[in-house]
């Protein structure tokens, strides 16, 4: 039943690009591969023209509830097949969407869900590998805690039936290292795969200047959510810098749960305005800009494993400042990264220190491409998802 013409592979939905880029690497090694999509994404994250479009970010609206209408009239490869949905969330339009699904799904082998396509796959009884990137944290599993929630679900009929979807899965493929033990712990069947990260993309270039009254400057791209991602302990570290290097330069991205926090404890330090921006999430293409004008990128703090931001970071020769727990990423990958490792705010201050020295932070930023290049290379994702699909669908 295996081989590229005659197996065809859907990866459904697209929260923060993952099915995207797979689906894009899929397609560049001639395998028969879609992307399924909304034609109502709830952010923009999940648009495929946000990582690989031209679009300005006015084009996008609000990134959190984006004119999706508007976007979806511009042009986009024929392999991204998009999936229309109601407005109204009721049991009719959930009837409609299941009806929608069952047709575009019945015409694949295979289907890798992301976040929520499981449980749809599970109900229309397709063959299925849920593709996990942080979700179970949330799911009810009896024992699911990790630092720093004493306990952190979600009771809804959505997220059981996403938990009954793990556990009914041939195979789970999850990228972030921090939840291995919750998957051990339910005693669900994984393999761990890492983040596509297309570093022809993602590479060194010139800065353009835009922050050129300032050095050294620091980029935060992560959300504001203190307890997930430590954003508090970047702002209260930098406020002890800012006063060692009132050149120096924090930019952080406009958005998340503790938003409002953050700027009334940058007012209660009183670090100068001069000295922190916040700037509106962006459309990858500039992303990768600013990761470029950054000397230093920061990311988060706490859980001990990245999400997309520290691998683009690296792809483009940055140090990265951010918290990883050492035991689990070395059982991932079987190597351990050049990030400059980092979790209290005295950790944090004595890395942006260390950042002072420019040709510290090249061998730093050489070494990250490097790692990157070898850990997160697109091939080797897709590689694992054929292993994967292979061993599903022989047993099927």
């Not at 972030?176 to 051990?184: H, Q, S, W, Y």
């Not at 409002?260 to 940058?266: A, D, P």
């Not at 510290?360 to 054929?386: C, E, F, M, N, Y």
Request: glycine residues 4%.
């Amino acid at each position: 039943m295996w081989g590229q013409h005659l197996t065809y592979i859907l990866n459904a939905f697209n929260m923060a690009q993952d099915a995207y880029n797979v689906t894009k690497a899929m397609r560049a090694r001639g395998i028969r591969a879609d992307l399924l999509i909304t034609s109502k994404e709830r952010s923009a994250f999940s648009m495929p023209l946000w990582e690989d479009g031209d679009l300005s970010r006015k084009a996008f609206g609000d990134p959190m509830n984006p004119n999706n209408e508007a976007v979806n009239k511009y042009s986009m490869p024929d392999w991204i097949k998009i999936v229309r949905v109601r407005s109204d969330f009721t049991m009719l339009s959930a009837a409609d969407l299941l009806a929608k699904l069952l047709f575009i799904f019945r015409r694949y082998n295979i289907i890798f869900a992301h976040v929520p396509g499981s449980m749809y796959a599970m109900l229309l009884r397709c063959n299925y590998v849920p593709y996990d990137a942080g979700l179970i944290r949330y799911l009810p599993f009896s024992e699911n805690r990790l630092p720093p929630y004493r306990q952190r679900t979600y009771v809804s009929i959505a997220y059981e039936m996403l938990k009954k979807s793990y556990e009914n899965a041939p195979m789970i493929l999850f990228t972030n290292p921090d939840t291995l033990r919750i998957f051990k712990e339910a005693k669900l069947r994984v393999r761990f795969v890492p983040f596509a990260i297309p570093c022809d993309k993602y590479s060194p270039k010139p800065k353009k200047g835009l922050f050129k009254e300032h050095y050294p400057v620091f980029f935060m791209p992560s959300r504001h959510h203190w307890r997930e991602k430590g954003t508090d302990r970047v702002i209260n570290a930098f406020s002890r810098f800012a006063k060692r290097d009132r050149t120096s330069l924090l930019v952080m991205v406009d958005w998340g749960t503790n938003i409002t926090e953050s700027k009334e404890l940058v007012r209660k330090l009183a670090i100068p305005s001069r000295n922190i921006r916040f700037v509106q999430p962006m459309p990858k293409k500039d992303l990768i800009d600013m990761y470029n004008e950054a000397d230093v990128v920061l990311d988060q703090f706490t859980l001990g494993s990245w999400g997309t931001a520290t691998p683009e970071a690296m792809a483009c020769e940055k140090p990265v400042i951010m918290y990883y727990d050492a035991k689990v990423i070395n059982e991932c990958f079987g190597s351990l990264p050049p990030i400059l490792n980092a979790r209290t705010t005295d950790e944090i201050y004595q890395r942006m220190i260390e950042c002072r020295d420019p040709e510290a932070r090249r061998k730093v930023g050489v070494a990250s491409r490097t790692w990157v290049k070898r850990t997160h290379d697109p091939s080797l994702v897709v590689d694992i998802h054929i292993a994967t699909a292979k061993e599903v669908l022989q047993k099927n």
